[in-house]
C-alpha cells in the first residue's frame, strides 16, 4: 500500500485568502484524487489531477476555485481559492493503485473564518 | 448519472452481526468497494468486489450483485471499535475513480 502525507494537517484562514494543501507519495503513481468531506457527510470528488496535463473536474467543481498542480508522480497540490467559510472542510488526497484500491491521505482539516 | 443509497445510521449490539446495505446506479461500473472511517480519520480500505458473490475477510464479508446493484457489507462479533462510518464507493471504469455513498454511521452498545 502507498503511504501518503498531507500538509498542513489542518488550518484556519481568513474568507477571502487562499490556501494550498500539499500531498506526497511515497511511490510513483498514475492516478492521484482530490476528495473533499464537509462535516457530516461522505466524500465528494473534486477532481483527478493528471500529470502532464490539467486535472480532470467533476460537476460542480471549477478550476478557478480549485487549481491543481501535478508536476510529477509523486506529488500534487491543490489551492482553495478566495475562501469563504462554506470551504470549510477536510481536503483528503487519494491515490489508486493498479488493482483500482484506492488509499486515502490522513487529510488536511480547513476552517475558514 | 449516477446514485449511491446506504442507511444514514444503524446501531448494533457488541457480539452481534450487522449487515449495512448499498444500492447504485450508474455507468460504467467496474467494482464496489467499501471503506471504514473512523471520526477524524482518513477511510482506510475493507474490500473490493468486482464478481457477483461473498468475499470474506476475517470477521468481515461483503456480497456484491451486479444484476440487482445492490451489494451489502457484514460484519459479525462486533466489537466496540468498529463504531464508525461505512462508505461503500463504486469504482467508474472510464474515469477510474471512486463515486462515494453517503456513509452509513454504525454504533455497537454493549
Redesign the interface.
Known amino acids: 500500500s502507498a503511504v501518503i502525507s498531507q500538509k498542513p494537517s489542518r488550518d484556519i484562514c481568513q474568507r477571502g485568502t487562499s490556501l494550498t494543501i500539499q500531498c506526497q507519495v511515497d511511490s510513483q503513481v498514475t492516478?492521484m484524487?482530490w476528495y473533499r468531506q464537509q462535516p457530516g457527510?461522505?466524500?465528494?470528488?473534486i477532481a483527478?489531477a493528471n500529470q502532464g496535463s490539467e486535472a480532470?473536474y467533476e460537476s460542480g467543481f471549477v478550476i478557478d476555485k480549485f487549481p491543481i498542480s501535478r508536476p510529477n508522480l509523486t506529488f500534487s497540490t491543490l489551492t482553495v481559492s478566495n475562501m469563504s467559510p462554506e470551504d470549510s472542510s477536510i481536503y483528503?488526497c487519494?491515490v489508486?493503485s493498479s488493482?483500482?484500491?484506492?488509499?486515502?491521505?490522513?487529510?488536511t482539516r480547513l476552517t475558514v473564518l | 448519472g449516477q446514485n449511491i443509497d446506504q442507511p444514514t445510521e444503524m446501531t448494533a449490539t457488541e457480539g452481534a452481526i450487522v449487515q449495512i446495505n448499498c444500492t447504485y446506479q450508474t455507468s460504467g461500473f467496474n467494482g464496489l468497494f467499501w471503506y471504514q472511517q473512523h471520526a477524524g480519520e482518513a477511510p482506510t480500505f475493507l474490500s473490493y468486489n468486482v464478481l457477483d458473490g461473498l468475499e470474506e475477510k476475517g470477521r468481515f464479508s461483503s456480497f456484491l450483485s451486479r444484476s440487482k446493484g445492490y451489494s451489502y457489507l457484514l460484519l459479525k462479533e462486533l466489537q466496540m471499535k468498529d463504531s464508525a462510518s461505512y462508505l461503500c464507493a463504486v469504482f467508474r471504469a472510464g474515469a477510474n475513480n471512486l463515486f462515494f455513498g453517503t456513509g452509513t454511521r454504525l454504533t455497537v452498545i454493549p
Do not use: H, K, V
Open positions: 492516478m484524487f457527510q461522505s466524500l465528494t470528488l483527478t480532470t483528503l487519494s489508486a488493482y483500482n484500491e484506492q488509499f486515502f491521505g490522513p487529510g
